[in-house]
């Protein structure tokens, strides 16, 4: 099946907007809201690197919208339109891509993200899969990782590894935790913690290359050190004997964040207004890095900050590697 | 070489732009400029389907944002930032991703469209480059495939199926013409063209399909008949032989659009003033699809429209699928 078919008979009835001018012409046209700042991300996604080729394509469409729409919530940002990059393999049925694009629609329907345009190419080894979402915010809104100040406490929203043990059950072919698989293959951007943080949340990231990882980065881009409660981090009970590998485990897309102490009780009636957990982890310090101490204050070594794909194999991270980048 | 620090090592230096917040963030924030349109495209190429393995990676960067600004063009707007989608394979050198950013960050210069932001992503079995650039233009004035009437004459831009000549040298290991070679290797999108045709054109695309599939494009889209002479289509002297080999040719990233009778003085004048060659190439009529004649009016065969690739073999797009598009 030609790529214009493709886009015709299974990309056109799931686009939602009139910014896409029905996919016949060589770009969208999209009027930002008045006097609203864009917030603009991109992130790929790959067969056997990112999702698993038994992966139900719906799930793979989710996930790929979902990781975007994280980034937009790790700004505080309302979702605005999106655009796909459809990289199909020489073998890719047109019954994956049927399914892909139901699963495409039904997760941009959810979070109010239509689908604009984008660009479909084959001939591929593998599927590979781009997505650029937009977002909106007030002028000089958007959160930043490099916010955080001395004294300001670190949060965490959600359970932290979920997703990583579901991909462990995958990889084990056990018949597993449903909700554990659900977590790995439709993530959940936290939207609405993300836009209620706006005015509270002095830093801000979303986890997606391991909570140790991703506290780092708010500590280099904040010039700060970050301690780390070890017995505070929020792990699923399946994680109890390794809490390591949940924080390093990374694909959980909840916010990590900063926030004054003064804002605990606000905090506290927001995870309530919301229904989601807010688990106050560490606090920030002078310095740079990230220190992961016990229940005593006692520093603990750090092997591994997150995870990252490189050449072709998985790779956890080294310690190493995260001291080079000031880590 | 992990992805952050390829990102830090040779991307970092090649952003533009505060929009990008130093790719230290989840996402880049942008003002649009007030009042204007987003104009919004995205258009993925891979190694062995859009470009060749030798092609030297500061081309590819070239070709990948030009191909992009085409579509901006054939809108008429203009460029304002991009974000890359860089998908590595698991032999892809440190140098090749040093060259790569280094023909980004100067064709990013060139065509004032600055890079803020994007995702790495490595691992793969060949490059997969993903690129989404943002133009602006004034409200409802974007160029579309549909505004052709009849009567309306057909233009297109520089000449046709020179890219098509290149590629064909390049697979010959030829040496070859280097202008030839240039225009498959770093086509140059026609954006003053385009800019200069709002209020002019009345239906508008880039030739990059191939000249007969796109003006079979606009027939669809604007639902007339478009009558091309083929005698009055430029081509290099190379091609004079086999016309519709470069009309089928693809890669062109020329313009091809309609506009009145009435505006031809105005289309020499600012072809003069652009220094670009237009062309017109023939008439829109009442009825469907594309119709090929020869000096005398008489109709020729269509054996093919464009070029589309599929199923890892770059196929030549048959005649009959056109028909099923309504060509």
């Given at each position: 099946?030609?790529?214009?078919?493709?886009?015709?008979?299974?990309?056109?009835?799931?686009?939602?907007?009139?910014?896409?001018?029905?996919?016949?012409?060589?770009?969208?046209?999209?009027?930002?809201?008045?006097?609203?700042?864009?917030?603009?991300?991109?992130?790929?996604?790959?067969?056997?690197?990112?999702?698993?080729?038994?992966?139900?394509?719906?799930?793979?469409?989710?996930?790929?919208?979902?990781?975007?729409?994280?980034?937009?919530?790790?700004?505080?940002?309302?979702?605005?339109?999106?655009?796909?990059?459809?990289?199909?393999?020489?073998?890719?049925?047109?019954?994956?891509?049927?399914?892909?694009?139901?699963?495409?629609?039904?997760?941009?329907?959810?979070?109010?993200?239509?689908?604009?345009?984008?660009?479909?190419?084959?001939g591929l080894d593998r599927p590979v899969?781009?997505?650029?979402?937009?977002?909106?915010?007030?002028?000089?809104?958007?959160?930043?990782?490099?916010?955080?100040?001395?004294?300001?406490d670190v949060w965490v929203s959600g359970?932290?590894?979920?997703?990583?043990?579901?991909?462990?059950?995958?990889?084990?072919?056990?018949?597993?935790?449903?909700?554990?698989?659900?977590?790995?293959?439709?993530?959940?951007?936290?939207?609405?913690?993300?836009?209620?943080?706006?005015?509270?949340?002095?830093?801000?990231?979303?986890?997606?290359?391991?909570?140790?990882?991703?506290?780092?980065?708010?500590?280099?881009?904040?010039?700060?050190?970050?301690?780390?409660?070890?017995?505070?981090?929020?792990?699923?009970?399946?994680?109890?004997?390794?809490?390591?590998?949940?924080?390093?485990?990374?694909?959980?897309?909840?916010?990590?964040?900063?926030?004054?102490?003064?804002?605990?009780?606000?905090?506290?009636?927001?995870?309530?207004?919301?229904?989601?957990?807010?688990?106050?982890?560490?606090?920030?310090?002078?310095?740079?890095?990230?220190?992961?101490?016990?229940?005593?204050?006692?520093?603990?070594?750090?092997?591994?900050?997150?995870?990252?794909?490189?050449?072709?194999?998985?790779?956890?991270?080294?310690?190493?590697?995260?001291?080079?980048?000031?880590?």
């Amino acid at each position: 099946v030609r790529e214009r078919a493709l886009i015709d008979r299974y990309f056109k009835p799931v686009t939602g907007s009139p910014a896409a001018r029905g996919l016949a012409d060589d770009a969208a046209v999209l009027m930002p809201p008045a006097g609203r700042e864009l917030v603009i991300t991109k992130d790929m996604i790959a067969q056997n690197v990112h999702f698993l080729p038994d992966d139900p394509p719906e799930t793979v469409a989710h996930k790929l919208l979902a990781v975007n729409l994280s980034d937009l919530a790790a700004m505080g940002a309302t979702p605005l339109a999106c655009l796909l990059g459809l990289g199909l393999a020489r073998d890719t049925s047109e019954r994956w891509v049927a399914a892909f694009a139901t699963g495409l629609g039904a997760a941009c329907n959810r979070f109010t993200c239509p689908l604009i345009g984008g660009d479909t190419i084959a001939g591929l080894d593998r599927p590979v899969l781009s997505l650029t979402a937009f977002g909106h915010i007030g002028p000089g809104q958007a959160l930043a990782r490099s916010g955080a100040h001395p004294g300001d406490d670190v949060w965490v929203s959600g359970t932290i590894g979920e997703a990583g043990l579901g991909l462990a059950l995958l990889r084990q072919d056990s018949a597993g935790d449903p909700a554990l698989i659900a977590r790995y293959r439709t993530p959940t951007p936290r939207l609405a913690l993300g836009q209620a943080l706006v005015g509270l949340a002095s830093a801000a990231a979303d986890v997606s290359d391991g909570l140790l990882a991703d506290v780092r980065n708010i500590a280099i881009a904040s010039g700060l050190q970050l301690v780390v409660n070890r017995d505070d981090v929020p792990v699923h009970s399946l994680s109890a004997a390794d809490p390591s590998a949940a924080m390093t485990a990374g694909d959980d897309y909840e916010l990590v964040f900063t926030a004054p102490a003064g804002f605990r009780p606000r905090l506290v009636t927001l995870s309530q207004t919301l229904g989601v957990k807010l688990s106050r982890i560490g606090r920030c310090a002078p310095g740079s890095g990230v220190v992961l101490v016990d229940a005593t204050g006692a520093p603990q070594p750090i092997l591994r900050f997150g995870f990252e794909h490189e050449s072709g194999n998985g790779r956890q991270e080294s310690a190493k590697a995260g001291s080079e980048e000031g880590g």
